[in-house]
């Protein structure tokens, strides 16, 4: 059945020395080859496995009899962000993983190829659908980022009246604030966000922070609906003495400023406190922003870390060192500066709420890691402020917006939400899917008030 | 988008693609959900009066897996319609009512100018948008003097297509051709000088799929016997598009194309060959009619990028540039230009070369092939076989005139 075709990509010794994108891309003729494998399954599982509900074996068919551009309209008939799913989604978790291929040999490169027709239109200009028949009524996005994009695109091809409301100055959101460039180069981020915005005539507001630049109750007096996706913006505290020293960052700020592309210079060794993702993406941003040394601090096993395997390998690959079982304790001061971060040893005990093993110290086991710089990641949440905004609106489990699964439609009436305010920090395409979710529900809620 | 209607033989497709008269087209509802999935028109398939015996053998599919690749062929031992004209005259009707706009066509075959002429007489009764006559069959029929038999005949060709044509008072006939004949385009010219409206190339060609090397018994086995079947799928394209280029060369006559059509390139081809209508079998029985998805988009999308309005600006436009072995340049010479950076040094380029052409490839000591320019014909065999997308290519050779 032949094999999994592989993009090549920069050896772990020369990408860590920039930000260059590391994966390169399918050729051509290996992305014929690799569409060629695809089994063409009807009520194929890949589809199920895709949260936004992508026409797998729709658009692989296209791109195998070389209608790459078919192609990439029927994948951004679901998902609006085709390019920069095709690079960040965890494709290996999604719709590869219920991939009928694997029974076979291995699973198709469905991301690979998502990437290939999302590049060949990207290059000849993206074309989506536009605004549809005005319908006169009026709907508020709060966020830019993919959530908020996904909602307002579809809410204007369905003929409403779009507000999007950005804090920052340039709209986005995580996509060109948060994920490093190696993974996920800024001209493909900006260049699907440009796009969305021109087709759709949405009206973007950016540099309005709701809450501060305006009031939420102006925003509900304009608009006949509203839909809430500001991300996560809260870094949730370690609970651990000195985090208030020069010298211990948050990983967010870290990330919102290399992607944004200023100057952040380490020296020395630099620790990473935290087992997710953005732990990921923060030692190896620091490993390229001139850390001589990266050591991830994680009080749990490997078995237990959330960060995708992909992740953890990659930043492996490029000698980011790892510190299992290892709890933080204490910042150390030095004049002024960060000495290091004394830890302790633990180990697993019984499984917690969340079913992982609950680590436990180890009496006598304090050590010091010595560091001129500490990064914490150890997890966000959504802004405490944002249900004194909205009266009524409810928050559960770590401050996340409550929302009906069906609609989107948080306990206020006519206030949707979707993205990582009600998931608590999930994925782009999973935040792309809610998004376009809400957008159907506020149209049907709006035929009806 | 771009316009994809096209008239056949003056009937108004929606767009060209039509399923051939075959397994997918053998009851309404099939045809149904194929009109559903987005299809032009369909032709239901071959049916006879209620006296025909088809008595069917199974196992009747048997497919050339070349290269793991699964139906780069496919061979059935199938026969016409177990369903008659009866049956089939009621599935017009209920397709008609439902689908006003999209086109049914009939296939129909007969053992004699009564039966032909009833099976006219009937399905115009029932609102068929045209006729088919299935002159074509290569096997199981022409045991009984029908299918092929009638195909390979230029003289029967036309008397038959007369008896038709004279029974068709208002829809236009068309006859399904066999590519197994010297020359197609006498029967094509038969066909006109009959008076029938139009040609439909190509049905399958008789083959012998192969041989179980245990049993002896070539596949499909029936019991323990097999006989020959037809040949149809990606592989009789070839076969199919020249046939249809040469009758649009030779004869002034609506032709719809079916033959090994997979994808909206191979019906693009086609068109370009002189084609107004396309028919596809073999890659529905594989893939199923969702196919039609991707032959309308990718169609659609060739078009808007060729700066064309209508699916009809390609009707022909390769004709031209087929002509005589003997009007081809003897002055127009070229050589393989091997691209070093790209290859991957699997030697096949060199292999072809040494020995199924003029010993012009070298490897050097890195293993890199070279080409000698001086020994190079420019044959393009080294293309043919290379495996590396663009690394070998034909260029013009230096200094010649
Ligand atoms: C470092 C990092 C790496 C990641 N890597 C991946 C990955 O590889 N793959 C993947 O799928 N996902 C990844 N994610 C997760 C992904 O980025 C998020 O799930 C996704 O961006 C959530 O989209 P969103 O629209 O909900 O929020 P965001 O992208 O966070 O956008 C929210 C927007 O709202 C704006 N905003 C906030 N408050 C206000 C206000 N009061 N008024 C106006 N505007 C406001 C913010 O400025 C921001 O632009 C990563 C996240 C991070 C942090
Ligand atoms: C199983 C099978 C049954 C067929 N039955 C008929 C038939 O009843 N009448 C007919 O005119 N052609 C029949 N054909 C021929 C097809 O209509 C078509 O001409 C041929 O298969 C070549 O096209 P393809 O390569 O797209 O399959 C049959 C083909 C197959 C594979």
Redesign the interface.
């Known amino acids: ?1 032949g094999v999994r075709a592989r993009m090549q990509e920069i050896s772990p010794e020369e990408r860590k020395k920039g930000f260059d994108e590391v994966e390169r891309g399918l ?3 290996q992305a014929l080859a690799e569409a060629s494998r695809c089994l ?1 399954c ?1 009520d194929a599982p890949c589809v199920a496995g895709c949260p936004a509900g992508v026409d797998v074996p ?1 658009f692989i ?2 791109l ?4 790459f ?2 192609a990439a ?2 994948i951004r008939d679901a998902n609006i962000l085709a390019g920069v799913c095709a690079r960040v989604c965890p494709a290996e978790e999604l719709c590869e993983k219920k991939c009928s291929s694997t029974n076979l040999s291995e699973p198709i490169a469905i991301a690979a190829l998502q990437r290939f027709a999302a590049d060949e239109e990207l290059r000849r200009g993206i074309r989506l659908p536009g605004p549809g028949v005005p319908t006169g009524r009026k709907v508020a996005v709060i966020g830019s980022g993919p959530a908020g994009l996904a909602c307002a695109h579809e809410l204007a091809t369905l003929g409403h009246s779009v507000t999007v409301y950005e804090a920052d100055e340039k709209p986005g959101g995580l996509l060109v604030r948060g994920i490093p460039r190696y993974r996920l180069p800024l001209a493909v981020a900006e260049a699907e966000v440009r796009a969305v915005l021109e087709s759709s005539g949405v009206e973007i507001r950016s540099g309005v922070c709701v809450g501060r630049d305006i009031s939420a109750d102006e925003i509900r007096r304009s608009s006949d609906a509203v839909f809430l996706s500001p991300g996560l913006g809260y870094q949730s505290s370690l609970g651990v003495p000195g985090e208030r020293l020069p010298g211990v960052l948050q990983a967010g700020e870290v990330l919102r400023k290399v992607a944004a592309g200023n100057d952040v210079r380490f020296t020395g060794r630099v620790a990473v406190i935290g087992g997710g993702n953005v732990a990921m993406d923060a030692a190896c941003s620091a490993l390229r922003c001139g850390a001589s040394e990266v050591v991830v601090l994680y009080r749990r096993s490997l078995d237990e870390m959330p960060a995708w395997k992909r992740e953890y390998e990659f930043a492996a690959a490029e000698g980011v060192k790892f510190e299992f079982l290892t709890a933080p304790t204490r910042f150390v001061e030095d004049g002024g500066g960060l000495a290091g971060v004394e830890c302790v040893r633990t180990r697993l005990g019984e499984p917690d709420s969340s079913g992982r093993r609950r680590p436990e110290m180890i009496p006598g086991s304090e050590h010091m890691i010595e560091v001129r710089t500490a990064i914490v990641a150890t997890g966000q949440a959504p802004w405490p402020g944002l249900v004194g905004l909205f009266r009524g609106l409810a928050a559960g489990k770590a401050g996340v917006i409550e929302v009906d699964q069906g609609s989107q439609m948080t306990s206020v009436e006519g206030v949707f939400a979707g993205g990582d305010v009600t998931s608590g920090g999930a994925t782009v395409v999973q935040a792309v899917a809610e998004g376009k979710r809400a957008a159907k529900a506020i149209d049907a809620y709006l035929k009806r008030v | 988008m771009a316009d994809l209607s096209i008239e056949f033989c003056g009937v108004r497709f929606p767009n060209p693609f039509t399923l051939a008269a075959a397994p997918p087209t053998d009851s309404a509802e099939m045809v149904a959900r194929a009109f559903e999935a987005g299809w032009g028109g369909a032709i239901l398939k071959t049916t006879s009066v209620e006296t025909e015996v088809v008595e069917l053998a199974y196992p009747m599919m048997a497919g050339l897996d070349y290269e793991e690749k699964k139906l780069m062929g496919l061979e059935n031992i199938d026969l016409i319609s177990e369903r008659h004209i009866g049956e089939v005259e009621k599935d017009v009707r209920a397709l008609k009512k439902e689908y006003p706009d999209r086109v049914v066509g009939a296939s129909i075959m007969g053992a004699k100018k009564e039966d032909w002429q009833e099976l006219v007489r009937r399905l115009e009764a029932a609102g068929v948008d045209f006729i088919e006559c299935s002159f074509s069959c290569p096997h199981g029929m022409p045991e009984r003097g029908m299918g092929s038999t009638i195909g390979q005949d230029p003289e029967l060709t036309e008397r038959t297509a007369r008896w038709v044509k004279e029974a068709a008072k208002r829809v236009p006939v068309v006859i399904k051709l066999t590519p197994q004949i010297a020359d197609i385009t006498a029967a094509a010219r038969a066909v006109k000088r009959s008076g029938a409206d139009g040609v439909c190339a190509i049905n399958t060609l008789k083959s012998l799929i192969g041989v179980d090397l245990d049993t002896f018994v070539p596949y499909p086995n029936v019991g323990g016997y097999s006989t020959f079947g037809g040949y149809s799928g990606p592989a009789i394209k070839p076969v199919a598009l020249r046939c249809v280029a040469e009758i649009a060369k030779a004869v002034d006559i609506p032709i719809a194309a079916v033959g090994g059509i997979s994808t909206w390139r191979d019906a693009a081809e086609f068109l370009l060959v002189g084609a107004t209508n396309v028919q596809l079998c073999t890659a529905v029985m594989h893939h199923g009619f969702r196919i039609i998805e991707d032959l309308i988009d990718g169609l659609d999308v060739y078009l808007e990028e060729k700066g064309m309005r209508s699916v009809k600006e390609l009707v022909g436009r390769s004709l031209p540039y087929i002509v005589e072995h003997s009007h081809l340049s003897r002055r127009h010479k070229v050589v393989a230009a091997i691209n070093r950076e790209t290859c991957v040094k699997d030697d096949l380029c060199y292999i072809a070369c040494r020995d199924g052409g003029h010993q012009a490839i070298e490897l050097d000591s890195n293993r890199l092939p070279k080409v000698d320019e001086d020994k190079c014909k420019g044959c393009g065999m080294c293309a043919t076989v290379c495996p590396v997308y663009d690394c070998i290519q034909l260029r013009p050779k230096v200094g010649a005139v």
Do not use: E, V
């Open positions: 059945m050729a051509i003729h063409f009807h729709g068919r296209r195998k009899t070389r209608n551009i078919g309209r029927l």
